[in-house]
């Protein structure tokens, strides 16, 4: 991994490349395909927290209905 990655654009194609980086360590991301947009960025940083949120949710779910392979609302509904 890099400390420093040049983005393909800032959010217009006719901008100077943006680019992010770490002053000290590595960057805490690996680009797996590709060249990633500042767009792309923000799309990942943005759906990294949801999907951090909806396990929380799912957690509490489990925890509720104590059952951690099947819980369902619709199953108190009975």
Request: one cysteine or more; glycine letters at 6%.
């Amino acid at each position: 991994m890099a400390n420093e990655l040049e983005l393909k654009y800032g959010c217009n194609p006719n901008q100077k490349p943006a680019r992010i980086f770490m002053k000290e360590g590595e960057l805490p991301i690996e680009v797996l395909n590709g060249r990633p947009g500042y767009i792309n960025l923000l799309d990942a940083f943005n759906s990294w927290q949801l999907v951090k949120e909806l396990k929380e949710e799912m957690l509490k779910l489990q925890e509720q209905y104590n059952d951690p392979v099947r819980f369902s609302p619709e199953r108190d509904k009975e």
